[in-house]
T-cell receptor, first 109, second 112 residues
Framework: GEDVEQSLFLSVREGDSSVINCTYT??????LYWYKQEPGAGLQLLTY?????DMKQDQRLTVLLNKKDKHLSLRIADTQTGDSAIYFC?????????FGAGTTVTVRA | DVKVTQSSRYLVKRTGEKVFLECVQD?????MFWYRQDPGLGLRLIYF???????EKGDIPEGYSVSREKKERFSLILESASTNQTSMYLC???????????FGPGTRLTVT
């Protein structure tokens, strides 16, 4: 199966940018998703990028894809306390999504 | 909006008990999924169903079974619960041909 790697923790000051990185192994992934999980809740879809794109911007979110290096990143501009959550990278692979371990983002005042 | 509901938010069971976790979605999605989530391991797929009465094993099916008798409902069954099945269980659904999955709130199962 596909391996998806993310760093486990990120601490960021309120108002700064957050960058969450992800590497994956299956180059045939056509869609790559970012999900957010707030404490005690299920996962909600944040954004996604199609594999023929390098970048996608959606309000405060910017997704960068380096397909050659199989590297995906999510940048959150002007990070707020409501952005504290676990963020999952999830490339599409065959019929399913493969999830990384998740990056816990803590926003400090 | 898609709504995926799970029968319980918290569940405590004893070792050896049979456990049923139920998931219902209201958007006529063909695909339904069961995952377990453990710290440091992310989400791992247990079983997947693409139609009524159809099921496919995921990455970690051992110790679990599933049932899909109606399109909107997907049940996860632990035939004989064990302590290593203590985990958060998440259900998801998606439209056929669409990879975007919608998740329920999760059931935190503790097996003592």
């Amino acid at each position: 199966g596909e391996d998806v790697e993310q760093s486990l923790f990120l601490s960021v000051r309120e108002g700064d940018s957050s960058v969450i990185n992800c590497t994956y192994t299956d180059s045939s992934s056509t869609y790559l998703y970012w999900y957010k999980q707030e404490p005690g809740a299920g996962l909600q879809l944040l954004t996604y990028i199609f594999s023929n794109m390098d970048m996608k911007q959606d309000q405060r979110l910017t997704v960068l894809l380096n397909k050659k290096d199989k590297h995906l990143s999510l940048r959150i501009a002007d990070t707020q306390t409501g952005d504290s959550a676990i963020y999952f990278c999830a490339p599409h692979n065959d019929y399913k999504l493969s999830f990384g371990a998740g990056t816990t983002v803590t926003v400090r005042a | 909006d898609v709504k995926v509901t799970q029968s319980s938010r918290y569940l405590v069971k004893r070792t050896g008990e049979k456990v049923f976790l139920e998931c219902v979605q209201d958007m006529d999605h063909e695909n339904m999924f069961w995952y377990r989530q453990d710290p440091g391991l992310g989400l791992r797929l247990i079983y997947f169903s693409y139609d009524v009465k159809m099921k496919e094993k995921g990455d970690i099916p051992e110790g679990y079974s599933v049932s899909r008798e109606k399109k909107e409902r997907f049940s996860l069954i632990l035939e004989s619960a064990s302590t290593n099945q203590t985990s958060m269980y998440l259900c998801a659904s998606s439209l056929q041909g669409n990879y975007e999955q919608y998740f329920g709130p999760g059931t935190r199962l503790t097996v003592t």
